[in-house]
């Protein structure tokens, strides 16, 4: 037994970190993809794709005048005005842990509010070229350091659920968005399909999701698009796959009760079991665009569903009527 | 009682070490300066990193400061403290009943000890609470009252705060702190320990659950992570395992308070509420808090949940009440008060405001219902431009006034830049009353930065220290 409110905070507070953790992988995938040599017609046709998967060209658009390497970085990353970047998931990660100070870890308050104060120090300088991958390093590592401490030091209890939540939820969608980067990123010409900026394309994925030693150990073969998307959606061994990601939310679904919750379960159930019982060459047969598509709408009916089941005041007055 | 050199906690008049201070002076001596900065440094950024901060009115929404943090304790020999203590026991015990008896029989009013008017006319005695019986009879369930020393090292009571009190978790958090710096000096000398502050407050909480009530649920009510109290909400809520709401988690049905939780409702018996009363209830009194909860004060009135502290405490703790307290130690308790009052001119008097008028460069002069520092006049520190500004707004309503003499704090010593300076201190201890009195040995100590300044609050400068009571 929780508060809603409080469920409500915890739940935001780990999507957040898990969300700055991702927006710096896919960065990462990007810059990686753009170092590949290529004509000038090109240049910086990696930038749209972190801006097209997370649904922000747009809004970018409308305050830079051009998509490159700097600007992409400077929205993506130190906007503040830009509610996903990384200084803004930071700041609503901060936000969200002091809201619920008691119901964390001194240990967890204190990754989350150090991250904070560091990130506020951040300068455009530490995101010119030299050093952008060290910063996204640094992102990752405070991320894996604040689900460490959680893991470490809180209590295995109904709050601890709801941040579990919060993370394999927001993981899940992030995974499926970056698998999704390839149909984003033009390859230079038709002859490339299958050649070595292919080849280079796909394993920058594998690397963005920490999976490319995984891969070679799970397959012990060459690079190919079916089996990077067989890793990263049905094998349940790989933590960010998003077989992996629904196992736990499915389960963690079970742990928590609430009077309203049917509907989340169910769906979380559907999900995956759809993954559970999943073939990759029928995936591909449908259009693997158009798979993940269909599976980030169903996250996000996911969390529309828990949000109604155990943070909405709804159903509060008629329970005690 | 005016002294132009003020009292020194730590050294003698001749220069001499006072004996409870010792072995602190000898680490003083002992310790590179270097490793004291070190130290202070450390502090900071620790302190900075579990976000011990407040938040600052008046400046941008959401700014948080760190309330500076001295490392050089208070302290206080155990006789001394046994002394005090003994004397804020009676002190809140008579408060409680002068509560109790204004809310029921009005005894002291019928006496003719203080005029039935100064009380039954006063915006903070609450028509809402007449012939209400709380639990125990307990209104101000946790006090925390303001200690001075001047002139020859004589304790007085400064004020009663016996409606929201705030900053135990600098105590406690303070306490910490000096234990990682300098563990050596805990291992010389014995320091009573203030640690169970926690343990004790949640006991006193749940030993006025209303009556039939196994075992109460606690919550501590807060006005949100705006508040400049926010940390301490958190601090202490988690320290006693009780959940922290806002206005918004909790609903009234059935005159039963409840918090909504992702199980459905939960039942909440005791609230240790840190808003004021003006916001708990939108019905009751401001219909624009946003911070309260529809039909509290109907649930309350009814006996089905506590408020800690009670609705309209504010009743005692009003500056135009404080000179009365010495009188309802004697009425209630017959017994003579063990800590001073300080002199109080009450402006509503001709008298007393004629002389005030004619002296306001020698005296501190305190809006009634004003807390926190703001909106006083400290005359010895004021311009001739500020004390005509002071005067005109006396004479406007004298009776929203009292005047005090400035009072000569007495100072210890804080680390500065060139080693120790002696500044202006206060001591807040905390009163807890419950199905007991209980107290914890220590208090915070508030210490003006500033030289010369007199003004301890932290919204004004102030920082805060470690107090030591020696057993």
């Given at each position: 037994m929780m508060l809603s409110r409080t469920a409500n905070h915890l739940y935001w507070m780990a999507r957040y970190v898990e969300r700055a953790e991702n927006t710096a992988r896919i960065l990462d995938v990007a810059y990686r993809m753009s170092l590949v040599p290529k004509e000038s017609r090109l240049a910086d046709q990696e930038w749209f794709a972190p801006l097209n998967i997370t649904g922000t060209l747009y809004p970018f658009s409308g305050r830079y005048s051009q998509v490159n390497a700097q600007g992409v970085l400077r929205y993506m990353v130190l906007d503040p005005d830009n509610p996903s970047s990384i200084f803004s998931c930071a700041r609503a990660a901060r936000e969200n842990a002091r809201a619920v100070r008691g119901s964390i870890t001194s240990e967890m308050w204190e990754v989350i509010n150090g991250t904070w104060l560091e990130m506020q120090r951040?300068?455009?300088?530490?995101?010119?070229?030299?050093?952008?991958?060290?910063f996204f390093?640094?992102?990752?590592?405070?991320s894996h350091l604040f689900r460490g401490v959680t893991v470490g030091t809180m209590l295995h209890d109904e709050a601890f659920h709801f941040n579990r939540l919060g993370t394999f939820l927001e993981r899940a969608d992030n995974t499926a968005r970056m698998l999704d980067v390839k149909y984003h990123v033009l390859l230079p010409s038709v002859q490339d399909v299958g050649g070595a900026v292919d080849y280079y394309q796909w394993a920058a994925v594998l690397s963005s999701v920490s999976a490319f030693e995984a891969y070679r150990k799970v397959f012990r073969d060459v690079i190919t698009p079916l089996r990077v998307a067989e890793l990263l959606i049905l094998r349940d061994d790989m933590p960010r796959s998003l077989h992996a990601c629904m196992n736990e939310v499915y389960d963690i679904l079970q742990k928590l009760t609430s009077a309203s919750q049917h509907e989340a379960s169910r769906l979380a159930g559907e999900m995956h079991a759809a993954l559970h019982f999943g073939r990759i060459d029928i995936i591909f047969a449908d259009g693997l665009h158009e798979y993940l598509t269909d599976f980030l709408r169903r996250v996000h009916q996911l969390g529309g569903e828990v949000n109604l089941a155990f943070f909405s005041a709804r159903a509060q007055k008629q329970a005690v009527a | 009682m005016s002294y132009d050199t003020p009292f020194n906690e730590m050294y003698l008049p001749d220069g001499q070490v006072r004996p409870h201070y010792a072995a602190l002076a000898e680490w003083i001596e002992h310790t590179p300066s270097e490793r004291i900065h070190n130290m202070r440094d450390a502090a900071n950024m620790l302190f900075h990193r579990v976000g011990i901060t407040f938040a600052v009115y008046g400046e941008e929404a959401g700014a948080e400061r760190l309330i500076p943090f001295d490392m050089l304790p208070h302290v206080i020999p155990g006789e001394e403290w046994r002394m005090l203590e003994k004397g804020l026991r009676q002190r809140v015990k008579a408060l409680n009943a002068f509560l109790h008896d204004v809310y029921h029989d009005r005894e002291i009013l019928r006496a003719g000890r203080i005029p039935e008017e100064r009380v039954l006319q006063n915006k903070l005695y609450r028509p809402e609470l007449v012939g209400i019986d709380l639990p125990n009879h307990i209104y101000a369930h946790i006090a925390g009252v303001d200690l001075v020393r001047a002139g020859a090292g004589e304790y007085y009571v400064l004020e009663d705060n016996l409606r929201t009190p705030s900053g135990v978790s600098y105590m406690?958090?303070?306490?910490?702190?000096?234990?990682?710096?300098?563990?050596?000096?805990?291992?010389?000398?014995?320091?009573?320990?203030v640690e169970h502050y926690p343990d004790l407050l949640l006991d006193t909480l749940r030993s006025v659950a209303p009556a039939n009530v196994e075992s109460p649920v606690v919550a501590l009510l807060t006005p949100g992570q705006f508040n400049s109290a926010y940390f301490e909400h958190a601090f202490l809520a988690q320290q006693m395992g009780i959940e922290l709401v806002e206005g918004a988690d909790l609903f009234v049905a059935d005159d039963v308070v409840y918090m909504r939780t992702t199980r459905g409702p939960q039942r909440v018996d005791v609230?240790?509420?840190?808003?004021?009363?003006?916001?708990?209830?939108?019905?009751?009194?401001?219909?624009?808090?946003?911070?309260?909860?529809?039909?509290?004060?109907?649930?309350?009135?009814?006996?089905r949940v506590t408020l800690c502290n009670a609705i309209g405490t504010g009743i005692a703790d009003d500056k135009s009440m404080y000179p009365f307290v010495p009188d309802m130690i004697r009425f209630y308790l017959g017994e003579e008060p063990l800590l001073n009052n300080v002199p109080t001119y009450q402006l509503r008097n001709r008298e007393d405001?004629?002389?005030?008028?004619?002296?306001l460069s020698e005296l501190v002069v305190k809006e009634v219902h004003g807390s926190g520092g703001y909106g006083?006049?400290?005359?010895?520190?004021?311009?001739?431009?500020e004390r005509d500004a002071y005067r005109l707004r006396i004479l406007d309503n004298?009776?929203?006034?009292?005047?005090?003499?400035?009072?000569?704090?007495?100072?210890?010593?804080?680390?500065?830049d060139q080693g120790i300076a002696p500044r202006h201190i206060d001591l807040r201890p905390f009163v807890?009353?419950?199905?007991?009195?209980?107290?914890?040995?220590?208090?915070?100590?508030?210490?003006?930065?500033?030289?010369?300044?007199?003004?301890?609050?932290?919204?004004?400068?102030?920082?805060?220290?470690?107090?030591w009571i020696l057993n």
């Open positions: 951040l300068t455009e300088e530490r995101l010119a070229s030299e050093r952008v991958l060290e390093e640094w992102v990752k590592e405070r | 406690l958090e303070n306490r910490k702190m000096m234990m990682r710096l300098v563990p050596e000096l805990f291992a010389q000398q014995s320091v009573a320990p609230i240790y509420r840190r808003i004021d009363d003006d916001f708990l209830d939108p019905l009751a009194f401001r219909p624009d808090s946003v911070l309260g909860v529809p039909g509290l004060v109907s649930a309350y009135r009814r006996g405001l004629e002389y005030t008028l004619a002296h006083m006049l400290i005359g010895p520190a004021s311009t001739e431009r004298p009776e929203s006034f009292i005047a005090q003499p400035t009072l000569s704090l007495s100072t210890c010593p804080i680390f500065v807890l009353s419950g199905k007991d009195i209980v107290m914890c040995p220590g208090g915070l100590t508030r210490v003006a930065l500033r030289e010369g300044s007199l003004v301890v609050n932290s919204s004004q400068g102030g920082g805060t220290k470690d107090t």
